[in-house]
């Protein structure tokens, strides 16, 4: 039996630059795991849409689809759009089946593909004790998501840095987070001489964009840059397939 189609649903941007680090992602989850066919599929913006990659799969008489959402969090995105295109294409779409993947996050390797970005900028293992960090995400209204950019700054505080921040681009959320100008400012605030901003985020766009923009306008000595097509994100993305697929056959019924 073929396994199934890992169809990559991302959200999608004007900026031409995500689309282009989407695809350079796949293309390295390709390469990891050669003979797996990987789909991408965007949400607004960009083609094709999921919709349809879902119909051409289902006219290539694709049996299943493990549909795994480039995100984060699970915020509004995971819960509610995806869920929603994704029933459309079942009803539609009866032969083939669907079923959605967890999101990316949290994950050990996010925080290895953050380390590296950190490291490519210039920061080493000794500099951590002198130098604030500022993780700075794209920013959410959803409690859950909020919650868990809050434990990720938390596990980093860990890690020797001397201070970690968390930070939103975004100025609609609940969380109460500074944005990131905010929190270098804070950070120098509480005596931190060196600062770096590591976004939490996938892909060029808009809210990337203000995370910079707000790092340089602080004085930050450093941007990290975003996560990207990294050798950690292309294995977890693999990791939450394979993941799907055992949820799967657990839940599956036995055989008569």
Known sequence: MNAPVLLVIAHGSRDPRHAATVHALTARVRALRPGLRVETGFLDFNAPSVPRVLERLAAQRAGEVVALPLLLTRAFHAKSDIPAVLREARTGLPRLRVRQAEVLGPSPLLNSALERRLHEAGVRPGDRSSTGLVLASAGSTDPEAIAVIAE?????????????????????????????????????????????????????????????????????????????????????????????????????????
Not at 185 to 200: I, K
Not at 219 to 229: D, I, R, S, T
């Open 152 to 256: 990720i700054a938390r596990e980093l505080r860990h890690t020797g840095w001397c201070s970690v921040r968390p930070a939103f681009a975004s100025a609609v959320s609940s969380g109460g987070y500074p944005r990131t100008e905010d929190a270098v400012r804070a950070l120098r605030a509480d005596g931190v001489r060196r600062v770096a901003v590591a976004p939490y985020v996938i892909a060029p766009g808009r809210l990337p964009d203000r995370i910079a923009a707000g790092a340089a306008e602080a004085g930050a000595e450093v941007l990290a840059g975003v996560l990207g097509p990294s050798p950690e994100l292309a294995r977890l993305l693999l990791d939450r397939y394979d993941e799907s697929l055992v949820a799967t056959a657990r839940t599956a019924p036995l055989s008569a």
